[in-house]
Protein backbone atom coordinates (compact mmCIF):
# COMPACT_ATOMS: atom_id res chain seq x y z
CA UNK A 1 0.00 0.00 0.00
CA UNK A 2 2.71 2.21 0.40
CA UNK A 3 2.98 2.94 -3.39
CA UNK A 4 -0.74 4.47 -3.17
CA UNK A 5 1.43 8.56 -2.69
CA UNK A 6 3.13 7.29 -5.89
CA UNK A 7 -0.11 6.71 -7.89
CA UNK A 8 -1.23 9.14 -6.82
CA UNK A 9 1.59 11.59 -8.20
CA UNK A 10 1.42 9.67 -11.61
CA UNK A 11 -2.46 10.22 -12.02
CA UNK A 12 -2.27 13.83 -11.04
CA UNK A 13 0.92 14.09 -13.75
CA UNK A 14 -1.39 12.46 -16.33
CA UNK A 15 -4.06 14.32 -15.90
CA UNK A 16 -2.19 17.54 -16.74
CA UNK A 17 -1.28 18.56 -13.08
CA UNK A 18 1.41 19.99 -12.40
CA UNK A 19 3.12 18.40 -9.70
CA UNK A 20 6.40 20.25 -7.98
CA UNK A 21 9.73 18.87 -7.91
CA UNK A 22 10.01 18.90 -3.44
CA UNK A 23 6.28 16.81 -3.77
CA UNK A 24 7.73 14.53 -6.48
CA UNK A 25 10.99 13.69 -4.37
CA UNK A 26 9.14 13.36 -1.12
CA UNK A 27 7.30 10.85 -2.85
CA UNK A 28 10.07 9.07 -4.26
CA UNK A 29 12.04 9.38 -1.01
CA UNK A 30 9.40 8.18 1.11
CA UNK A 31 8.98 4.81 -1.35
CA UNK A 32 12.75 4.09 -0.62
CA UNK A 33 12.26 4.37 3.03
CA UNK A 34 9.38 2.02 2.70
CA UNK A 35 11.02 0.01 0.77
CA UNK A 36 14.14 -0.20 3.24
CA UNK A 37 11.73 -0.58 6.52
CA UNK A 38 10.47 -4.23 4.43
CA UNK A 39 13.94 -5.34 3.92
CA UNK A 40 14.34 -8.78 5.02
CA UNK A 41 15.96 -8.36 8.56
CA UNK A 42 14.12 -4.93 8.69
CA UNK A 43 10.95 -5.62 9.91
CA UNK A 44 9.81 -7.42 6.33
CA UNK A 45 9.52 -11.29 5.37
CA UNK A 46 9.58 -13.16 1.98
CA UNK A 47 6.02 -13.07 0.20
CA UNK A 48 4.77 -15.12 -2.63
CA UNK A 49 4.03 -13.05 -5.80
CA UNK A 50 0.71 -13.44 -7.09
CA UNK A 51 -0.16 -11.90 -3.63
CA UNK A 52 2.13 -9.36 -3.87
CA UNK A 53 0.32 -8.55 -7.47
CA UNK A 54 -3.09 -8.70 -6.09
CA UNK A 55 -1.72 -5.98 -3.18
CA UNK A 56 -0.29 -3.85 -5.88
CA UNK A 57 -3.25 -3.73 -7.92
CA UNK A 58 -5.15 -3.14 -4.29
CA UNK A 59 -3.02 -0.46 -3.89
CA UNK A 60 -3.83 0.99 -7.99
CA UNK A 61 -7.87 1.06 -7.14
CA UNK A 62 -7.38 2.43 -3.54
CA UNK A 63 -5.10 5.34 -4.94
CA UNK A 64 -7.53 5.67 -8.10
CA UNK A 65 -10.46 6.26 -5.58
CA UNK A 66 -8.39 8.66 -3.40
CA UNK A 67 -7.67 10.60 -6.40
CA UNK A 68 -11.24 10.69 -7.70
CA UNK A 69 -12.68 11.76 -4.51
CA UNK A 70 -11.17 14.83 -4.39
CA UNK A 71 -12.24 15.89 -7.88
CA UNK A 72 -15.90 14.29 -7.56
CA UNK A 73 -18.91 15.52 -6.27
CA UNK A 74 -18.92 13.50 -2.94
CA UNK A 75 -21.03 13.66 0.36
CA UNK A 76 -20.27 16.39 2.45
CA UNK A 77 -20.68 14.44 5.49
CA UNK A 78 -17.68 12.71 6.10
CA UNK A 79 -19.46 10.41 8.06
CA UNK A 80 -21.95 9.84 5.44
CA UNK A 81 -19.28 9.00 2.90
CA UNK A 82 -17.75 6.75 5.23
CA UNK A 83 -20.76 4.58 5.66
CA UNK A 84 -21.45 4.56 2.13
CA UNK A 85 -18.61 3.36 1.35
CA UNK A 86 -18.55 0.29 4.54
CA UNK A 87 -21.11 -1.21 3.53
CA UNK A 88 -20.83 -1.09 0.17
CA UNK A 89 -17.10 -3.27 0.52
CA UNK A 90 -19.00 -5.05 3.53
CA UNK A 91 -21.37 -6.53 1.24
CA UNK A 92 -18.96 -7.07 -1.48
CA UNK A 93 -16.55 -8.87 1.08
CA UNK A 94 -19.69 -10.84 2.25
CA UNK A 95 -20.56 -12.32 -0.51
CA UNK A 96 -17.11 -13.28 -1.43
CA UNK A 97 -17.13 -15.18 1.55
CA UNK A 98 -20.13 -16.62 1.11
CA UNK A 99 -18.91 -18.12 -2.56
CA UNK A 100 -15.59 -19.52 -1.03
CA UNK A 101 -17.66 -21.07 1.61
CA UNK A 102 -16.17 -19.08 4.37
CA UNK A 103 -19.75 -19.94 6.30
CA UNK A 104 -19.42 -23.81 7.02
CA UNK A 105 -16.18 -22.58 9.53
CA UNK A 106 -17.98 -19.40 10.89
CA UNK A 107 -18.43 -20.56 15.03
CA UNK A 108 -19.14 -17.39 16.90
CA UNK A 109 -18.36 -19.78 20.54
CA UNK A 110 -15.26 -20.49 19.12
CA UNK A 111 -14.15 -16.46 19.10
CA UNK A 112 -11.63 -15.24 22.24
CA UNK A 113 -11.96 -12.47 24.04
CA UNK A 114 -8.88 -11.16 22.32
CA UNK A 115 -10.83 -11.74 19.18
CA UNK A 116 -13.69 -9.83 20.37
CA UNK A 117 -11.43 -7.19 21.54
CA UNK A 118 -9.86 -6.84 18.04
CA UNK A 119 -12.88 -6.80 16.34
CA UNK A 120 -13.95 -3.91 18.07
CA UNK A 121 -10.93 -1.68 17.78
CA UNK A 122 -11.26 -2.62 13.90
CA UNK A 123 -14.59 -1.54 13.75
CA UNK A 124 -14.06 1.92 15.75
CA UNK A 125 -11.01 2.84 15.47
CA UNK A 126 -9.42 1.31 12.35
CA UNK A 127 -13.16 1.91 10.23
CA UNK A 128 -15.46 4.45 12.28
CA UNK A 129 -12.43 7.17 13.46
CA UNK A 130 -9.82 6.65 11.14
CA UNK A 131 -12.16 6.25 7.61
CA UNK A 132 -13.93 9.23 8.42
CA UNK A 133 -11.21 11.27 9.11
CA UNK A 134 -9.83 10.52 6.22
CA UNK A 135 -12.95 11.10 4.12
CA UNK A 136 -12.77 14.40 5.76
CA UNK A 137 -9.11 15.40 4.99
CA UNK A 138 -9.99 14.39 1.02
CA UNK A 139 -12.35 17.59 1.31
CA UNK A 140 -9.69 19.88 2.93
CA UNK A 141 -6.13 19.10 2.06
CA UNK A 142 -4.50 18.29 -1.06
CA UNK A 143 -4.48 14.62 -2.06
CA UNK A 144 -1.53 14.12 -2.04
CA UNK A 145 -0.97 15.15 1.36
CA UNK A 146 -3.73 12.86 2.34
CA UNK A 147 -1.91 9.58 0.75
CA UNK A 148 1.36 10.28 2.88
CA UNK A 149 -0.69 8.09 5.15
CA UNK A 150 0.32 5.48 3.30
CA UNK A 151 3.79 6.30 4.15
CA UNK A 152 3.28 6.75 8.21
CA UNK A 153 1.63 3.43 8.53
CA UNK A 154 4.20 1.08 8.10
CA UNK A 155 5.77 2.83 10.85
CA UNK A 156 3.10 3.31 13.77
CA UNK A 157 2.55 -0.64 12.63
CA UNK A 158 6.51 -1.24 13.67
CA UNK A 159 6.57 0.87 16.57
CA UNK A 160 3.26 0.07 17.88
CA UNK A 161 4.83 -3.83 17.40
CA UNK A 162 7.44 -3.00 19.87
CA UNK A 163 5.75 -1.13 22.19
CA UNK A 164 2.83 -3.91 22.41
CA UNK A 165 4.19 -7.04 21.46
CA UNK A 166 8.02 -6.28 22.28
CA UNK A 167 9.14 -6.54 18.95
CA UNK A 168 12.85 -5.38 17.91
CA UNK A 169 13.57 -2.31 16.66
CA UNK A 170 16.62 -2.33 14.49
CA UNK A 171 19.00 0.23 13.51
CA UNK A 172 17.80 0.01 9.82
CA UNK A 173 14.07 0.60 11.12
CA UNK A 174 15.29 3.27 12.73
CA UNK A 175 16.73 4.71 9.35
CA UNK A 176 13.56 4.11 7.45
CA UNK A 177 11.53 5.80 9.76
CA UNK A 178 13.84 8.90 9.85
CA UNK A 179 13.35 8.72 6.36
CA UNK A 180 9.66 8.37 5.76
CA UNK A 181 9.08 11.27 8.48
CA UNK A 182 11.44 13.44 6.73
CA UNK A 183 9.51 12.90 3.34
CA UNK A 184 6.15 13.43 4.69
CA UNK A 185 7.25 16.66 6.03
CA UNK A 186 8.78 17.95 2.52
CA UNK A 187 5.08 16.64 1.27
CA UNK A 188 2.93 18.08 3.34
CA UNK A 189 4.80 21.30 3.36
CA UNK A 190 5.13 21.44 -0.58
CA UNK A 191 1.49 20.64 -1.11
CA UNK A 192 0.27 23.46 1.75
CA UNK A 193 2.08 26.08 0.08
CA UNK A 194 0.47 24.73 -3.80
CA UNK A 195 -3.07 24.42 -2.37
CA UNK A 196 -4.11 27.81 -2.90
CA UNK A 197 -2.69 28.16 -6.33
CA UNK A 198 -4.20 25.29 -7.40
CA UNK A 199 -7.92 26.15 -5.84
CA UNK A 200 -7.23 29.46 -8.03
CA UNK A 201 -6.82 27.47 -10.75
CA UNK A 202 -10.00 25.04 -10.64
CA UNK A 203 -12.07 28.01 -9.06
CA UNK A 204 -11.07 31.50 -10.88
CA UNK A 205 -14.15 33.20 -8.86
CA UNK A 206 -12.41 31.84 -5.53
CA UNK A 207 -8.83 33.37 -7.16
CA UNK A 208 -10.07 36.82 -7.68
CA UNK A 209 -12.03 37.37 -3.90
CA UNK A 210 -8.61 35.75 -2.75
CA UNK A 211 -6.79 38.82 -4.80
CA UNK A 212 -9.64 41.40 -3.95
CA UNK A 213 -10.18 41.54 -8.14
CA UNK A 214 -13.60 42.00 -8.96
CA UNK A 215 -15.64 39.41 -11.10
CA UNK A 216 -16.70 41.51 -14.48
CA UNK A 217 -18.00 38.94 -16.35
CA UNK A 218 -21.99 39.42 -17.38
Avoid at 50 to 78: H, N, Q, Y
Avoid at 118 to 127: H, K, P, T, W
Amino acid sequence: MAAIPLWVVLMRAVTGERVGAATLAGVAVGFAGVALLLLPGGGGAHADTGPLLIVVCASFLWSTGTFLSSRLDMPKDAFLSTAAQMVTGGLIAGAAGLLHGELNDFDVGTFSTRSWVAFAYLVLIGSIVAFTAFSWALQHAPVSTVATYAFVNPVVAVFLGWAILGESVTGTILLAAAIIVSSVAVIVRRESRAEPELHRRRDPAAGRAALNVPDTRV
